[in-house]
């Protein structure tokens, strides 16, 4: 077992090479993380939360059915950052976590994205990720990229 000095920081080498945190958990430490699960999918994207969206889903009811297979909405309105995204549409993205220009929370694919909209986080899976409609989806949020549940 390897052994530390109190206060020494473990080397970053150790942590991602022995896969205790990737390099992007690293970076986001201090990120919310956004979670949803449709049909056995899950998909995922973390931005930093000034917004207090973390909280908000931790107080809704975080399963339900849909029809839309393109969007979901996901909560009231939200004061809309006077500061520039610093996400940007790109092809290689399907999905985002965004805000539309009513304050609204969305998950959107990329083909409903709007100039409007206020792009919060690039949601990624590890696999191809549809939403399927008439099927439970769960949406979750976690604080530090540790789910706490």
Known sequence: MLRWKKGTAVPSTFLFAKGIITQEQANCIFY???????????????????????????????????????LIRISNLFKIPKTESTVKKMKSVEWYLCLDENGVLVFKNHSKVERKDYLLAEMKSKEEFSLTPDTYTSLTAFYNNVPDY
């Not at 919310?32 to 909280?55: H, M």
């Open 32 to 70: 919310t993380r956004v979670q949803i699960e449709n049909n056995g999918k899950i998909i995922s994207g973390a931005f930093k939360d000034n917004l207090g969206i973390r909280d908000l889903i931790k107080k809704r009811i975080s399963t339900f059915t849909r029809k839309n297979t393109t």
